[in-house]
T-cell receptor, first 110, second 113 residues
Framework: EDKVVQSPLSLVVHEGDTVTLNCSYE??????LLWYKQEKKAPTFLFML????IEKKSGRLSSILDKKELFSILNITATQTGDSAIYLC??????????FGKGTLLTVNP | DADVTQTPRNRITKTGKRIMLECSQT?????MYWYRQDPGLGLRLIYYSFDVKDINKGEISDGYSVSRQAQAKFSLSLESAIPNQTALYFC????????????FGDGTRLSIL
């Protein structure tokens, strides 16, 4: 059975801090690792990673995948209150299904 | 207009009632999915469909059924609702070309009393 584990489950930081969210996975016939941000409604897509060691970056957010150690990290630098959300990690296999982790609840205080 | 539309947005009903949640999309995607989200449990897959004639069970399909009426429409039914089906339900779609991210609707909050 495929499994995705995120840590920490929750995190409280102050504006301006840098955070690192972790995701480890065990996915049969692994193809991709995805990160989503969920505020009040639908999860919104952040990154999809398919190759080891290649950083994907969007503004203050970046992510990288290690296929040998089966994990990914999501970094957020200079956090803002608008970064407060649940961050979801999901692993995709060859059957195009996604297995989601439980999410990390990030709270950024002013 | 949203690309993935779920109706209703909120629903409160009683145990034993039949409920249908609907999802429609304008993205032209072949693949559609139904998930439920419970606090602390993340998103769990209920059913998925890769085209109109292809329906598959996910990890928690018991108590649910689905219908893919057209490429753009995928509905989820609870034949006889029970309180532990109270959850936030999401529909998602993805393109069938290679590996693509899934795109989510805004969700249906379902409460069963």
């Amino acid at each position: 059975e495929d499994k995705v584990v995120q840590s920490p489950l929750s995190l409280v930081v102050h504006e301006g801090d840098t955070v690192t969210l972790n995701c480890s996975y065990e996915v049969t016939n692994f193809r991709s690792l995805l990160w989503y941000k969920q505020e009040k409604k639908a999860p919104t897509f952040l990154f999809m990673l398919t190759s080891s060691g290649i950083e994907k970056k969007s503004g203050r957010l970046s992510s990288i995948l290690d296929k040998k150690e089966l994990f990914s990290i999501l970094n957020i630098t200079a956090t803002q209150t608008g970064d407060s959300a649940i961050y979801l990690c999901a692993g995709g296999g060859s059957n195009y299904k996604l297995t989601f982790g439980k999410g990390t609840l990030l709270t950024v205080n002013p | 207009d949203a690309d993935v539309t779920q109706t209703p947005r909120n629903r409160i009903t009683k145990t034993g009632k039949r409920i249908m949640l609907e999802c429609s999309q304008t993205k032209g995607h072949d693949r559609m999915y139904w998930y439920r989200q419970d606090p602390g449990l993340g998103l769990r897959l209920i059913y998925y469909s890769f085209d109109v004639k292809d329906i598959n069970k996910g990890e928690i399909s018991d108590g649910y059924s689905v219908s893919r009426q057209a490429q753009a429409k995928f509905s989820l039914s609870l034949e006889s609702a029970i309180p532990n089906q109270t959850a936030l339900y999401f529909c998602a779609t993805s393109d069938s070309t290679h590996i693509q991210p899934q795109h989510f609707g805004d969700g249906t909050r379902l409460s069963i009393l």
